[in-house]
């Protein structure tokens, strides 16, 4: 639902916020029934923003946990893992994210994947509001690097191949200059 609310207006912002900070929830086999996953059960905070705890880059934490968002990028791979990438949260700014995580249902564990773990200084303001985020760092077209990585964005599009890689495509975010704009790479 909160995908399809565009941000016309704060408090939209926060009910978005707030619905994304909820639980993550699995159905069980029984009929109508769903069991808490993770995540907090209440949000304090302005804005109920959660920051998350991001723990060691690559490895899984009982108490790893994504920062609260909306708009970000998810799918399954085909080992049954659960994936976010990006998105955007509101506390006195917008805060655009650039970070990857991965859920392992089977250990209950998130692990933080790569991106960075703050939404940094790049602070441009529109419209009376700052938006925060990383840029991209773009790297050679067509050429796999460890140092590359995606700008932080929100409302991505985003394809899977038949092997579960994820193929995201633009959104509105920053570019390789840090400039705040609507995006038309491919990743």
């Avoid at 069980?28 to 995540?39: D, H, I, L, P």
């Avoid at 859920?103 to 209950?108: A, E, K, V």
């Avoid at 050679?140 to 590359?148: E, R």
Wanted: hydrophobic letters at 40%.
């Amino acid at each position: 639902m909160c995908r399809r609310l565009r941000l016309r207006s704060l408090l939209a912002v926060a009910f978005c916020t707030a619905i994304s900070a909820l639980p993550a929830v699995a159905q069980t086999s029984g009929a109508n029934q769903w069991t808490w996953m993770g995540g907090s059960s209440t949000v304090s905070g302005e804005f109920g923003v959660w920051p998350g705890v991001y723990g060691t880059e690559g490895t899984p934490a009982p108490t790893n946990i994504p920062p609260t968002r909306v708009e970000e990028v998810t799918w399954t791979s085909i080992d049954g893992r659960f994936w976010l990438f990006g998105g955007l949260n509101f506390t006195t700014t917008l805060n655009y994210f650039n970070d990857l995580w991965e859920f392992d249902p089977s250990t209950n564990e998130w692990t933080w994947v790569a991106g960075e773990s703050t939404v940094g200084s790049n602070c441009p303001v529109i419209a009376t509001i700052a938006n925060c985020g990383q840029r991209g760092v773009y790297g050679t077209l067509g050429t796999p690097a460890a140092t590359n990585s995606p700008g932080a964005r929100h409302n991505a599009q985003s394809w899977t191949d038949a092997s579960g890689h994820l193929w995201p495509y633009g959104g509105l975010g920053f570019d390789a200059a840090g400039n705040f704009v609507s995006l038309d790479d491919l990743w």
